[in-house]
């Protein structure tokens, strides 16, 4: 089984520059996550989907940030225009429903220079 | 709210055991999952407590008490491999999920 996928892995931008981020999660799985992990933290949810739905969308920073998950597949989510406190790792995840164990992915790691 | 503290750094011998503590202040909550992170990668499930009790799965065990308002993760037979940070995560339904800073374990040989 193929697990969550990300993209780019890595990537580095000036500020007030945008940014996009791509998340495919295992297949079949209904519930996608994005987190925001900065060094020494633990994942900090920024918005929750159950298919195509923002279930939780509470943390995310609408001013600047965006997410979608228009076929209840892939997901991406966008800042516009980044700040330097955007610098850290985006993590996406996945689980079956909203109990069950998460998966993650690898992450993207975002340094706003 | 959801608060949840856990020990910043931990630093164990290889082959000992080590007990990593969670506490939090909730008014309730549906679960309790615990995670390892190895540096620079990402999160794995390790085990989720909805009822009181020990949960074992080989050199892992996880305690949950509602009533004391703490878990553990007890590992045992420690390898070098199991450096790594541990992150505690309370699940409390409506889709809220609320991560520890997580403990970072040491394996010295």
């Known amino acids: 089984e193929a697990g969550v996928v990300q993209s780019p892995r890595y990537k580095i931008i000036e500020k007030k520059q945008p940014v996009a981020f791509w998340c495919n999660p295992i297949?079949?799985?209904?519930?996608l996550y994005w987190y925001l992990q900065n060094l020494g933290q633990g994942p900090e949810l920024l918005i929750r989907?159950?298919?195509?739905?923002?279930?939780?969308d509470s943390q995310l920073p609408k001013d600047r940030f965006s997410a979608e998950r228009l076929k209840g597949v892939d997901s991406t989510l966008k800042i516009q225009p980044a700040e330097l406190g955007d610098s850290a790792v985006y993590l996406c995840?996945?689980?079956?429903?909203?109990?069950?164990?998460?998966?993650f992915g690898p992450g993207t790691r975002l340094t706003v220079l | 709210g959801q608060n949840i503290d856990q020990p910043t750094e931990m630093t164990a011998t290889e082959g000992a055991i080590v007990q990593i503590n969670c506490t939090y202040q909730?008014?309730?909550?549906?679960?309790l999952f615990w995670y390892q992170q190895h540096a620079g990668e990402a999160p794995t499930f390790l085990s989720y407590?909805?009822?009181?009790g020990l949960e074992e799965k080989g050199r892992f065990s996880s305690f949950l008490s509602r009533s004391k308002g703490y878990s553990y993760l007890l590992l045992k037979e420690l390898q070098m491999k199991d450096s790594a940070s541990y992150l505690c995560a309370l699940y409390s339904g409506t889709y809220k999920y609320i991560f520890g800073t997580g403990t970072r374990l040491k394996v010295l040989a």
């Open positions: 989907y159950e298919n195509e739905e923002a279930v939780d």
């Open positions: 407590n909805v009822l009181d």
């Open positions: 995840a996945s689980s079956r429903d909203g109990v069950d164990e998460q998966f």
């Open positions: 297949s079949g799985h209904n519930t």
């Open positions: 909730t008014s309730g909550f549906n679960g």
